[in-house]
């Protein structure tokens, strides 16, 4: 195989586009298909890549495609990396197939669900490849794990560091000092992140569902705030 990019290799921020010279650049380098170029992207510009760079919908330019969030890419949207990939590509996808998957807005086919719903999830259920599963656990604590387990995850499943939590700078128990009020303060918000109990559900009566509303926005930028004023950059444990 290639050598990686030495230390220091330069990063170029483009556009896939006609008026980008530095785009023309890189597509001759990717039709040369001489060095080694790592290319970031979101899934769903990939399509511009191609099109731009040879007004078709193929384009053979990588060898090796790393799809992250997998899990949250329906199966169209996926479909852009890889008819950007060369006849013996290697391809490696990561994501969580129990997290929430792609919103579709259409009703997926009885029997035949995994044709809208993500690429990780197709390629799992119609062609029943075995994942790698990763059991370490490097951003939760113990107690996020053991929830884990109850709800699907592996009983193999650890944490790196099980004891990790939150460094308060001072009280937490009230309105914090500086607090800027475009956002409001909830008198729960102490006892949601509060480093003794690592773990907690907010639960409150809506009767709707839907993607998102203004509650659950204005709790989440309030705890964002409380955390920022009031708790260290640094983790115990």
Known sequence: ??????????????????????FAQLSALLTNNSETILV???????????????????????????????????VCNALFPLCLLT?????????????MPP??????????EWLVGSIQGYLLRRHGLTPATLLINYRSNQSFIKFSRRIGYPIGLTAHSPD???HCLGPTGGQPMGWNTICPWFAGISEIIDPERPLTAVTYQDGRA???NDFEADLVCASVQQLF????????G
Do not use: W
Not at 7 to 19: I, K, Q, R, V
Not at 87 to 99: R, S, V, Y
């Open 1 to 22: 195989g290639r050598e990686a990019p030495p230390a220091g290799a330069t990063f170029t921020d483009l556009e896939a586009s006609d008026a980008d010279p530095t």
């Open 40 to 74: 970031g992207a979101v899934v769903h510009q990939c399509y511009r890549i191609a099109k731009v760079a040879q007004n078709a919908p193929l384009a053979s330019f990588f060898d090796v495609a790393v799809m992250d969030e997998s899990s949250q890419v329906d």
């Open 87 to 99: 006849d013996n590509f290697e391809l490696a996808l990561f994501g969580d197939h129990l997290q």
């Open 103 to 112: 919103v579709v807005m259409t009703q997926a086919p009885r029997g035949a």
């Open 164 to 166: 990790l939590s939150l």
């Open 210 to 212: 839907g993607q998102a």
């Open 229 to 236: 004023i009031t708790e260290s950059r640094k983790l115990h």
